[in-house]
């Protein structure tokens, strides 16, 4: 068992304004699946990109937008989920003015 | 792409004082794990039990302990995340005054 506070954790910049943090992964033993927290900055987006395999994501915190394959964008906020299937295009964008806060989850690569 | 709130999917009682939520599973095609939301209401907990398979878990909201298979109990809170692995015997109690919430994500059984 592991248990920890997000916060103690090493965050990589993935791209500008984009923190990630890989919280439970296969250093933690998890043997199918990877959750990581994203912190997206006021004015800063996700890459808009796709990748055969799936998110599954929980909105913690801040104001912001999913944009799908269609680029149609759908408002975002603490307690919404969002499931994006493989190969489906997607980003995250923060259009407010806190920081966007959330879990992603990923199937680990073996 | 599925985007919607967590509060507007049906929830079922588990035990009695915890409700649990399927946000995304198989019926939203997930392929490979399953995102639920559980709340522990004041005084309650989910079974002291294990089975063969992983929990990843973040505590969204409330004050409460971990049980591990030692019966040592770690206190929890908003921003933790536990790393449950398979076989591993434990269970969630909420010993604050509000309600504790997290999210539990699991292998998705084909």
């Known amino acids: 068992m592991k248990i920890a506070d997000y916060s103690g954790v090493k965050a990589n910049e993935e791209v500008s304004g984009v923190l990630m943090r890989v919280l439970i992964g296969a250093e933690e033993g998890a043997p199918n699946f990877v ?6 900055k006021s004015g800063c987006s996700t890459p808009f990109h796709t990748h055969n395999w799936e998110h599954e ?4 915190s801040g104001q912001g937008k999913v944009k799908n394959e269609k ?12 499931f994006v299937a ?9 259009d407010g003015s806190d920081t966007l806060r959330f879990i992603c989850l990923i199937p680990l690569v073996k």
Chains 1, 2 share one sequence.
């Open 57 to 60: 994501v929980f909105i913690l």
């Open 86 to 94: 493989p190969n489906e295009k997607h980003c995250f964008i923060n």
């Open 71 to 82: 680029e149609e964008e759908t408002p975002i906020t603490n307690g919404d989920f969002v």
């Open 35 to 40: 959750m990581r927290l994203f912190e997206v």
